[in-house]
T-cell receptor, first 112, second 112 residues
Framework: KNEVEQSPQNLTAQEGEFITINCSYSVGISALHWLQQHPGGGIVSLFMLSSGKKKHGRLIATINIQEKHSSLHITASHPRDSAVYICAVRYLSGGGADGLTFGKGTHLIIQP | KAGVTQTPRYLIKTRGQQVTLSCSPISGHRSVSWYQQTPGQGLQFLFEYFSETQRNKGNFPGRFSGRQFSNSRSEMNVSTLELGDSALYLC???????????FGAGTRLSVL
């Protein structure tokens, strides 16, 4: 079974710290997604990437296809960044692509 | 532009009943995916539809079914409800498969 592993599971940091969340997967993918989920359930798609690096505001996502690894970085973290961050991949199979497979999420708390 | 709309937001059913959940995608989006989220299993992929055709299906029993209409609206149905079906059901839409997904607020189903 293809898995998506995230680390750490829980992370508490002080406001202003640089945050890194890691994601690794097992076989070839067509794309990797980073999602943010706030209490109450709403999910926001932060990034979708298949190579390289993307940046949006204080968020940076990178992916290394050879190492099957991605990182999500938050610079100058703020309490409003407190949320669960979820990595998801779309695996390649049989000439097509499967539905998304999700990691278990990283629960991030930024303290003022 | 209106976001992804899911109805109802909350639902309480008893074991053995069936339930239908609805999802209206963002205007112009032709792909709709459904996900189940539980505390134990996290997010899991249910189905993906594009232009009224099911493209992918996750590892769920046949009690879970879905469809997509010509206006891209989608419904999912769960028959013979079990206690374990209690979950947050999320719908996401995208322009097409493989594009970034936009999530609805979800339907929280409780099975008693």
């Amino acid at each position: 079974k293809n898995e998506v592993e995230q680390s750490p599971q829980n992370l508490t940091a002080q406001e202003g710290e640089f945050i890194t969340i890691n994601c690794s997967y097992s076989v070839g993918i067509s794309a990797l997604h980073w999602l943010q989920q706030h209490p109450g359930g709403g999910i926001v798609s932060l990034f979708m990437l298949s190579s390289g690096k993307k940046k949006h505001g204080r968020l940076i996502a990178t992916i290394n296809i050879q190492e099957k690894h991605s990182s999500l970085h938050i610079t100058a973290s703020h309490p409003r960044d407190s949320a669960v961050y979820i990595c998801a991949v779309r695996y390649l199979s049989g000439g097509g692509a499967d539905g998304l497979t999700f990691g278990k999420g990283t629960h991030l708390i930024i303290q003022p | 532009k209106a976001g992804v709309t899911q109805t109802p937001r909350y639902l309480i059913k008893t074991r053995g009943q069936q339930v239908t959940l609805s999802c209206s995608p963002i205007s112009g989006h032709r792909s709709v995916s459904w996900y189940q989220q539980t505390p134990g299993q996290g997010l899991q992929f249910l189905f993906e539809y594009f232009s009224e055709t099911q493209r992918n299906k996750g590892n769920f029993p046949g009690r879970f079914s879905g469809r997509q209409f010509s206006n891209s609206r989608s419904e999912m149905n769960v028959s013979t409800l079990e206690l374990g079906d209690s979950a947050l059901y999320l719908c996401a839409s995208s322009l097409a498969a493989g594009y970034i997904q936009y999530f609805g607020a979800g339907t929280r189903l409780s099975v008693l």
